[in-house]
């Protein structure tokens, strides 16, 4: 668990910088600004400029997959090519999919790793889906969650 603490505070500010007026629906107040560190010399104002295809492949992308620290081979093995699904392509085959076996010993969350904790990312998709669950709802779902 010690290198993937140190990965993250490579790759992330995490200091908790909390807005004092925006709240989740929780009342949990939410986390502002850029979490990610960039490579050197590079600004949040170059990337906004460059198309996807060069932050791809110069490597920029400030948020790379996080190995699972529960892996053995070190590193997630599935690319979900994502960007396929924007476009409305089908798939090769079959898509793999996570499990959730361990979800709670893997901070942080979401491809990107933009939650770390599991009440944050139940409230983001609470909110993106518009499922409208109760707070006792989503303390079931982080529950749930916690148990695999």
Request: hydrophobic letters at 35%; one cysteine or more.
């Given at each position: 668990?010690?290198?993937?603490?140190?990965?993250?505070?490579?790759?992330?500010?995490?200091?908790?910088?909390?807005?004092?007026?925006?709240?989740?629906?929780?009342?949990?107040?939410?986390?502002?600004?850029?979490?990610?560190?960039?490579?050197?010399?590079?600004?949040?104002?170059?990337?906004?400029?460059?198309?996807?295809?060069?932050?791809?492949?110069?490597?920029?992308?400030?948020?790379?997959?996080?190995?699972?620290?529960?892996?053995?081979?070190?590193?997630?093995?599935?690319?979900?090519?994502?960007?396929?699904?924007?476009?409305?392509?089908?798939?090769?085959?079959p898509?793999?999919?996570?499990?959730?076996?361990?979800?709670?010993?893997?901070?942080?969350?979401?491809?990107?790793?933009?939650y770390?904790?599991?009440?944050?990312?139940?409230?983001?998709?609470?909110?993106?889906?518009?499922?409208?669950?109760?707070?006792?709802e989503?303390?079931?779902?982080?529950?749930f969650?916690?148990?695999?």
């Amino acid at each position: 668990m010690q290198a993937q603490r140190k990965l993250l505070d490579q790759r992330y500010n995490l200091q908790a910088n909390l807005d004092p007026q925006a709240k989740m629906s929780c009342g949990k107040p939410f986390a502002v600004g850029p979490t990610a560190r960039l490579a050197q010399g590079v600004t949040r104002e170059r990337l906004a400029q460059m198309k996807p295809e060069e932050i791809s492949a110069q490597g920029l992308f400030p948020y790379p997959t996080l190995p699972h620290p529960l892996q053995s081979n070190g590193g997630q093995v599935f690319h979900l090519h994502t960007e396929r699904f924007l476009k409305n392509e089908p798939p090769d085959g079959p898509i793999k999919a996570f499990t959730l076996r361990g979800t709670k010993d893997g901070p942080p969350y979401l491809h990107d790793g933009r939650y770390l904790t599991l009440e944050d990312t139940a409230e983001f998709f609470n909110l993106v889906l518009q499922l409208r669950l109760t707070p006792q709802e989503k303390t079931d779902v982080v529950e749930f969650m916690r148990q695999l």
